[in-house]
């Protein structure tokens, strides 16, 4: 059974930090990322990081938040930093496999960011 399980949502002040963590199971992903969802609007992307540690931003979050994984424990990070209330919503954990017929998602974590 696959499984992608989320920790670390929260409320925090603007210009705090706050830091997300995902955790795969089942199989071997070679892209982990993170994507998020505000009320009202669609899902956007926030940051993907592949297997060799490459990442790539969402100019909104570019600066502020860092990806990271550590591939021994099939684990993907989320270091947001200089929070912002624009940065409010349900963040999930995203798993992608190469040449798979499906991505895998996580059950998705709040984070709100008071002004």
């Known amino acids: 059974q696959v499984q992608l399980v989320e920790s670390g949502g929260g409320l925090v002040q603007a210009g705090g930090s706050l830091r997300l963590s995902c955790t795969g199971s089942?199989?071997?992903?070679?892209?982990m990322g993170w994507y998020r969802q505000a009320p009202g609007k669609q899902r956007e992307l926030v940051a993907v990081?592949?297997?060799?540690?490459?990442?790539n931003y969402a100019d909104s979050v570019k600066g502020r938040f860092t990806i990271s994984r550590d591939n021994a424990k099939n684990t993907v990070y989320l270091q947001m930093d200089s929070l912002k209330p624009e940065d409010t919503a349900v963040y999930y954990c995203?798993?992608?496999?190469?040449?798979?017929?499906?991505?895998?998602w996580g059950q998705g974590t709040q984070v709100t960011v008071s002004s």
């Open positions: 995203k798993g992608s496999r190469y040449f798979a017929p499906r991505d895998y």
């Open positions: 089942g199989i071997i992903f070679n892209v």
């Open positions: 990081i592949t297997r060799d540690g490459s990442p």
